[in-house]
């Protein structure tokens, strides 16, 4: 707990946060998870799932209560939308919690460093596996141990690709948090039975909403028409009037912009607001549209809003009359979520379609049937919500979450993501429908790598990128991140390449335009887009060193771990469970001497007389160009002192998990070692000596590997994320250690 949150009991603090009472599912959540307990929410949309799960965390002591929390949504627009609200709330209670984005169009947080990061499902899934999909790869282990050691939240997971991202979720809950008893949340309004009785199976505690504790559910009444034609500019004309607000949801982007554009002039004369929301817009100005219907709508009874399935998610806005697409019942449940949201009485009007895209065409016309046959002409509350779901997607979801050999391959995957540091392969295991991701320039040579990484990206289906490059015949640049372990972060721009998957593309502006108003707009010329500052591009790029002994060094880091410790209390008694002892001040030691000696392979006489050290060792000096200047040192430190952490951990394992993220303090994944002598151990003994007055953690200096006579390698390039105890500690004692150098750094 900080701030004046220490001060309220829990119904407090929801009065504070939603101005209301709590709800009952949201109280009953929210004593379950300061219990330590994992919780499932299924709850009427509106119904405050999000606080549910945010006040506790917010309460928890953190002593043993993970301090970080992270919250996995499917959207970009969403993680900016709920981010902004847990800022709000925050500032309401006068907690001081700092709360982050995190997603590809803006990687505000990327090595998870806030108490509470907000990040799309494929973020933090690539941070789990050590691929961070906003960081180059040589720094993939530092967001890693935040993720697993998390409170991990995941929302509108029926949003999810069924098969993949649901699946990979899964994964992660049953490898990363069943086994090592870390809680987590799982909420959304339309899951069907199956998926509840698979966790009530694991003993997982879940939480049910519904109507009657919900005051504007109680008084709702949303009636349900089936149209059997195709939506048109003259129906969204026909519906809007002077005292009506009306929401049209189409199942594309360009459909949305087609009606748009068809009925945007038609509306304004006659003085009622017309607006357009989709996932082709930068979350500026995303915000600043959304930010003014929602005024309009709340104070105003007229008003227009066309969009697509991104207001299925997150956006808190009421309409009375809605005009719809046919989607897919657990879709269409959300969009309809959106009608009479505050009570009253609601109309919707469900249309058919031409093509199924981007919904699955079988369940589209079981959907179609489901409508026409049980809920045209009727009134659809929670009750109806959960019938409708279940009958369509009961079985569906009962073959997916039993389908364990899916999720073993798909762990798998991941764990040779993690190996292999490929990003495009954590893509390819969260979702089916691929999308590329687009920015505007005339010419991406003239920019620098962190230039191109802070340019506004778009993210765009593989399929439509495709049809529309092919269809212009467009002037566009493949953007290929050089990002191997071994060479300098940069790029290649590949002019009219091979258009792939969840890679990145410049198109030209004389065939593709971006308007703060209707968002990106393929055939239409356009103007370059300018990068921006999102990407810190110092907390990437390696440091301009100042002289700075060895000890002095060591010192400043085991100084800095010591401050790192205790913010992060419940980070150490995790890593206490893994460890072989009950002792938290001996699991703490081990780590501190893995922070204290992660720079023993400086200790190398090569390594020290090229730095142009005398009597003293160094660990930093101003060099011209350090790359190519000096040996690599970060392998020979984790192979030095590999059998001395076996002896110590009492288990091989554990002890070439901690070695192994002493060799990966600047490359993750790397292996080699170079042949080597150690000099200036006098030094190392004065640590070692700090090291066992204060943990009493003891370790000869003839347990430490002074010389290797030979090229080797360590035992391997990286742990399996199969074995969580061992890839858990990995990633936990890489990030103490990345995290206390480079804070060490920060007083030079």
């Known amino acids: 707990m900080k701030g004046d949150v220490?001060?309220?009991?829990?119904?407090?603090?929801?009065?504070?946060?939603?101005?209301?009472?709590?709800?009952?599912?949201?109280?009953?959540?929210?004593?379950?998870?300061?219990?330590?307990?994992?919780?499932?929410?299924?709850?009427?949309?509106?119904?405050?799932?999000?606080?549910?799960?945010?006040?506790?965390?917010?309460?928890?002591?953190?002593?043993?209560?993970?301090?970080?929390?992270?919250?996995?949504?499917?959207?970009?627009?969403?993680?900016?939308?709920?981010?902004?609200?847990?800022?709000?709330?925050?500032?309401?209670?006068?907690?001081?919690?700092?709360?982050?984005?995190?997603?590809?169009?803006?990687?505000?947080d990327p090595f998870f460093k806030e108490d509470v990061i907000v990040a799309t499902i494929d973020q933090t899934i690539g941070a789990y596996c050590c691929t961070p999909l906003s960081l180059p790869a040589y720094l993939g282990n530092i967001p890693a141990g935040a993720v697993t050691s998390a409170f991990l939240c995941f929302d509108e997971v029926h949003t999810y690709d069924h098969w993949l991202g649901l699946q990979s979720m899964l994964a992660l809950i049953e490898q990363g948090h069943e086994r090592l008893g870390l809680p987590f949340v799982v909420m959304s309004a339309t899951l069907p039975d199956s998926f509840i009785e698979w966790f009530k199976e694991k003993n997982v505690e879940v939480v049910e909403g519904e109507d009657e504790y919900v005051p504007s559910r109680?008084?709702?009444?949303?009636?349900?028409?089936?149209?059997?034609?195709?939506?048109?500019?003259?129906?969204?004309?026909?519906?809007?009037?002077?005292?009506?607000?009306?929401?049209?949801?189409?199942?594309?982007?360009?459909?949305?912009?087609?009606?748009?554009?068809?009925?945007?002039?038609?509306?304004?004369?006659?003085?009622?607001?017309?607006?357009?929301?989709?996932?082709?817009?930068?979350?500026?100005?995303?915000?600043?549209?959304?930010?003014?219907?929602?005024?309009?709508?709340?104070?105003?009874?007229?008003?227009?809003?066309?969009?697509?399935?991104v207001c299925e998610v997150g956006l808190d806005v009421s309409c009375d009359v809605m005009l719809t697409e046919v989607a897919p019942p657990d879709s269409l449940v959300?969009?309809?979520?959106?009608?009479?949201?505050?009570?009253?009485?609601?109309?919707?009007?469900?249309?058919?379609?031409?093509?199924?895209?981007?919904?699955?065409?079988?369940?589209?016309?079981?959907?179609?049937?489901y409508i026409?046959?049980?809920?045209?002409?009727?009134?659809?509350?929670?009750?109806?919500?959960?019938?409708?779901?279940?009958?369509?997607?009961?079985?569906?979801?009962?073959?997916?979450?039993?389908?364990?050999?899916?999720?073993?391959?798909?762990?798998?995957?991941?764990?040779?993501?993690?190996?292999?540091?490929?990003?495009?392969?954590?893509?390819?295991?969260?979702?089916?429908?691929?999308?590329?991701?687009?920015?505007?320039?005339?010419?991406?040579?003239?920019?620098?790598?962190?230039?191109?990484?802070?340019?506004?990206w778009i993210s765009v289906n593989i399929n439509v990128l495709k049809s529309q490059l092919s269809k212009l015949n467009a002037k566009y640049w493949r953007i290929k991140f050089l990002d191997d372990e071994r060479r300098d972060f940069t790029f290649e721009a590949e002019q009219n390449g091979i258009v792939w998957p969840h890679e990145y593309y410049v198109i030209s502006p004389e065939f593709i335009s971006y308007s703060p108003n209707i968002g990106l707009v393929f055939g239409e010329r356009g103007e370059s887009l300018k990068p921006s500052s999102r990407i810190d591009e110092h907390s990437i790029k390696e440091r301009k060193y100042l002289k700075e002994s060895w000890l002095e060094h060591a010192?400043?880091?085991?100084?800095?771990?010591?401050?790192?410790?205790?913010?992060?209390?419940?980070?150490?008694?995790?890593?206490?469970?893994?460890?072989?002892?009950?002792?938290?001040k001996t699991a703490e030691g081990l780590i501190a001497l893995c922070v204290a000696l992660h720079d023993l392979g400086k200790l190398n006489e090569e390594w020290q007389r090229r730095i142009g050290a005398t009597d003293t060792p160094l660990a930093h000096a101003p060099l011209p160009c350090r790359r190519p200047f000096l040996p690599p040192h970060a392998t020979i430190s984790g192979y030095a002192l590999l059998d001395a952490l076996i002896k110590l951990t009492q288990s091989k394992r554990l002890g070439c998990s901690m070695a192994l993220a002493i060799a990966h303090h600047h490359h993750t994944r790397a292996i080699d070692v170079i042949e080597y002598r150690l000099q200036y151990m006098k030094e190392v003994e004065v640590i070692l000596r700090r090291l066992e007055e204060?943990?009493?953690?003891?370790?000869?200096?003839?347990?430490?590997?002074?010389?290797?006579?030979?090229?080797?390698?360590?035992?391997?390039?990286?742990?399996?994320?199969?074995?969580?105890?061992?890839?858990?500690?990995?990633?936990?004692?890489?990030?103490?250690?990345?995290?206390?150098?480079?804070?060490?750094?920060?007083?030079?």
């Open 6 to 108: 220490d001060e309220f009991k829990l119904e407090e603090v929801f009065i504070r946060v939603c101005g209301s009472n709590p709800y009952k599912h949201q109280l009953a959540a929210a004593e379950k998870i300061l219990e330590g307990k994992s919780v499932v929410i299924r709850a009427p949309c509106g119904s405050g799932k999000t606080e549910a799960c945010f006040v506790p965390f917010l309460l928890a002591e953190k002593s043993e209560f993970p301090n970080r929390l992270v919250y996995s949504l499917p959207t970009r627009a969403l993680v900016e939308d709920i981010a902004e609200r847990l800022k709000e709330k925050m500032g309401k209670l006068g907690a001081f919690l700092s709360v982050s984005c995190q997603h590809g169009a803006n990687p505000e």
């Open 218 to 309: 109680k008084n709702r009444r949303v009636h349900i028409h089936w149209v059997p034609r195709f939506l048109s500019e003259e129906d969204v004309l026909n519906a809007v009037s002077d005292d009506v607000r009306v929401m049209v949801v189409c199942n594309t982007v360009f459909k949305a912009q087609e009606i748009y554009q068809k009925v945007a002039d038609k509306l304004s004369e006659k003085g009622i607001p017309v607006f357009i929301l989709h996932s082709r817009f930068l979350p500026e100005d995303r915000s600043e549209i959304e930010s003014k219907m929602k005024a309009i709508f709340k104070n105003r009874r007229c008003g227009c809003l066309v969009t697509t399935q």
């Open 334 to 369: 959300q969009r309809i979520g959106r009608c009479a949201r505050r009570g009253g009485e609601g109309q919707v009007y469900i249309y058919d379609i031409e093509f199924s895209a981007p919904y699955e065409k079988g369940l589209v016309e079981e959907t179609k049937r």
């Open 372 to 456: 026409a046959e049980h809920l045209d002409g009727k009134i659809l509350g929670w009750k109806e919500e959960l019938e409708f779901v279940n009958t369509l997607l009961d079985d569906r979801f009962r073959k997916i979450m039993k389908d364990e050999r899916r999720r073993l391959a798909i762990l798998r995957n991941l764990g040779d993501a993690a190996f292999k540091g490929d990003k495009r392969q954590i893509e390819e295991n969260i979702r089916q429908v691929l999308n590329a991701n687009v920015t505007i320039h005339e010419n991406p040579e003239s920019l620098n790598v962190y230039e191109i990484l802070g340019m506004p």
């Open 555 to 584: 010192e400043k880091c085991l100084t800095k771990f010591e401050g790192l410790v205790n913010r992060e209390r419940s980070t150490l008694a995790l890593l206490t469970r893994i460890l072989p002892f009950n002792s938290s």
């Open 694 to 748: 204060k943990y009493g953690i003891s370790i000869r200096l003839d347990e430490i590997k002074e010389r290797n006579e030979n090229k080797t390698q360590l035992p391997t390039r990286m742990i399996s994320i199969e074995r969580t105890k061992s890839y858990t500690l990995y990633t936990i004692v890489s990030r103490f250690i990345r995290l206390s150098d480079r804070m060490s750094l920060e007083e030079n």
